[in-house]
């Protein structure tokens, strides 16, 4: 069963004015240390993290609270895998409230997509609920 649906559209240029303005405090305040590590190995940094900063609006979103009542950027993850498939890990205030909202018997899954098309970075969160094995 559809838990949470959310998604977000981020604008890159934007994502380059706020690196270029803030620096390393917005990559602090909003990136964990994976999430850095992989968008500094990039040639497109900022549609890189760009792409990071619209998976974390969508997640809240589909947490059905957007970025207020506690959630934390940092609570909120994108990572790889090693086909390149984006995963999303929530810890903090974001895991309380997935465990609240997964229903008993069932354990939850968050599947995100990102994409970009200079100047947009967009993704998409779906978290799922699935009755336990």
């Known amino acids: 069963m559809i838990l949470g649906i ?10 380059q004015a ?11 305040r909003v990136f964990t240390d994976t999430e850095q590590a992989k968008a500094e190995r990039r040639a497109d ?5 760009a792409k990071r900063w619209a998976a ?6 589909a947490l059905g609270t957007g970025l207020r009542m506690g959630i934390s950027w940092k609570d909120m993850a994108v990572s790889n895998l ?5 995963v999303m890990q929530v810890t903090g205030w974001a895991a ?5 909202m997964t229903p008993e ?3 939850a899954m968050i599947h995100v997509t990102l994409t970009d098309d200079h100047p947009w970075a967009q993704a998409f969160v779906v978290i799922e609920a699935r009755p336990k094995t």
């Not at 706020?18 to 602090?28: A, C, H, P």
């Not at 090693?82 to 984006?86: I, V």
């Open 82 to 86: 090693e086909t390149g498939q984006p």
């Open 105 to 107: 018997g069932h354990e």
């Open 96 to 100: 309380e409230r997935l465990a609240a």
């Open 56 to 61: 974390k609006e969508a997640c809240s979103k």
């Open 18 to 28: 706020t690196l270029d303005r803030f620096g390393e405090r917005f990559l602090t």
């Open 6 to 15: 959310g998604t977000d559209l981020a604008n890159i240029d934007r994502i």
């Open 45 to 49: 940094k900022a549609g890189t993290y």
